[in-house]
């Protein structure tokens, strides 16, 4: 069957690009083919269906279901699974366009079996209807032109009509959002450098008006751009937050979490008040502990929709050394994902993870760390409030109060 299907495809390319100069394959081999009843052959008989295996088959995050969407106008998704492979504006180590291809690569072991004692809960048993996107194809030459094609793209899915649903479970999360009062799809993009952030902004403004802004960062992503700078010239993966500041596509009250980067000095912090962020430090979880991390982004948040951003180098670079500027000193990925688990139920219209570059990983762990963490996006984008601690041989008395 699925050489049929081959044929019909190739068929059709070949009579796309031959301008009627000769007959498509299809209808040549019309009536050649026997098909072949594989019940009867010695595998199926044997051992059944070809099943793809966890380390088989074609990639998709988390062996979803995975369609070229921009091309697509029949599949229908409430979360969609979109890659932006764009690198062209680091600072230091380039290679996050691999990124897309790492965090699909991190996650063949995730499946539909998505059951875990930290969240209680499969992501793919709450309703939401999830579909891997694929990656736009986006120019490496031309930094101008690879911003446009990545807003284009999320404009494009962001006017998509939702599914739904796959279960009565899924509930209407962006209409009472977004400007047209209807339900939008909502994106979890793998990038890419930071930069990715930018066009996202620009697209979701049009839908949601401003946004709040969740940036688990080692860095700020805040720096103003030199005076020298003009045009494109200005938009890097350290100043595209500044940018989207000056194009009123934040709301003053965003929040970064896990910053530990060297600055020029106290005037760094100053600035980034300005673009609308308040600061907690890599090390205010040791001094504060993690609920109270989680209760001052909650404030800081409230009600309004909020936009969730990932770099990846947040994560201490010995349990993620595959990204662009690494720094000493950092969260744990269980530290990262127990804050993430914190902040469900905010009102999320989209998220991303960042700045993954395989190039530089060991044994695949910062791409199986990162599609950790995306499986952690896909229940935190569907749960109202957080879950409840695991219990198994304890009791609620026995949860540690010293936060
Ligand atoms: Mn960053």
């Known amino acids: 069957m699925f050489f049929v299907l081959l044929c019909v495809a190739l068929g059709q ?82 290679g996050a366009r691999f990124g897309p291809f790492a965090i699909r690569s991190g996650s063949r072991r995730q499946s539909a079996r998505g059951y875990t004692l930290t969240w209680g809960n499969s992501p793919y048993d709450l309703g939401a209807a999830f579909l891997d996107c694929g990656d736009i194809p986006i120019t490496a030459v031309h930094n101008e032109k690879a911003m446009d094609q990545m807003e284009v793209a999320y404009d494009t899915l ?53 946004v709040s802004v969740i940036h688990f960062d080692a860095h700020l992503d805040t720096w103003a751009p030199p005076e020298s700078a003009k045009g494109q010239e200005r938009i890097t993966h350290g100043s595209f937050f500044s940018i989207a500041a000056d194009e009123h596509l934040m709301t003053n009250t965003s929040i970064h979490a896990g910053i530990r980067c060297k600055m020029a000095g106290p005037r760094d912090i ?26 001052k982004i909650r404030q800081r948040i409230g009600e309004s929709p909020v936009y969730l951003s990932l770099d990846i180098d947040v994560v201490d670079p010995g349990l993620a050394p595959a990204t662009g500027t690494p720094e000493a000193g950092g969260w744990t990925t269980r530290e990262v994902k127990r804050i993430l688990r914190g902040l469900s139920g905010l009102n999320f219209v989209g998220a991303d993870i960042v700045e993954v570059a395989p190039a530089y990983d060991n ?41």
Request: charged content about 20%; aromatic content about 8%.
């Open 270 to 295: 100053t600035h980034d008040d300005t673009v609308g962020f308040q600061v907690i430090s890599t090390d205010d979880i040791d001094d504060y502990g993690i609920a109270q991390v989680i209760k």
């Open 158 to 210: 962001l006017a998509r009509p939702v599914r739904g649903g796959v279960t009565s479970a899924y509930k209407s999360r962006t209409a009472a959002f977004a400007k047209d009062g209807k339900e939008h799809p909502r994106l979890i993009t793998l990038g890419g450098d930071h930069t990715i952030v930018l066009p996202i902004l620009r697209s979701l403004n049009k839908v949601y008006g401003a």
């Open 363 to 403: 044994a695949d762990i910062t791409g199986i760390a990162a599609a950790d963490i995306v499986h952690d996006f896909m229940a935190m984008l569907q749960l109202d409030s957080p879950p409840l601690p695991h219990v198994g041989p304890f009791s609620k008395a026995d949860l540690l109060h010293k936060n």
């Open 13 to 94: 390319i070949v009579n796309a690009h031959s301008h009627h100069e000769q007959q498509p394959i299809q209808s040549d081999l019309d009536g050649l083919v026997d098909v072949v009843d594989v019940s009867t052959e010695p595998w199926t008989s044997q051992f059944g269906p070809q099943n793809d295996l966890g380390y088989t088959g074609p990639l998709s995050f988390s062996h979803l279901p995975y369609t070229r969407c921009l091309d697509d106008g029949e599949s229908r998704f409430d979360i969609g699974i979109l890659g932006m492979p764009f690198d062209t504006t680091t600072s230091f180590r380039p």
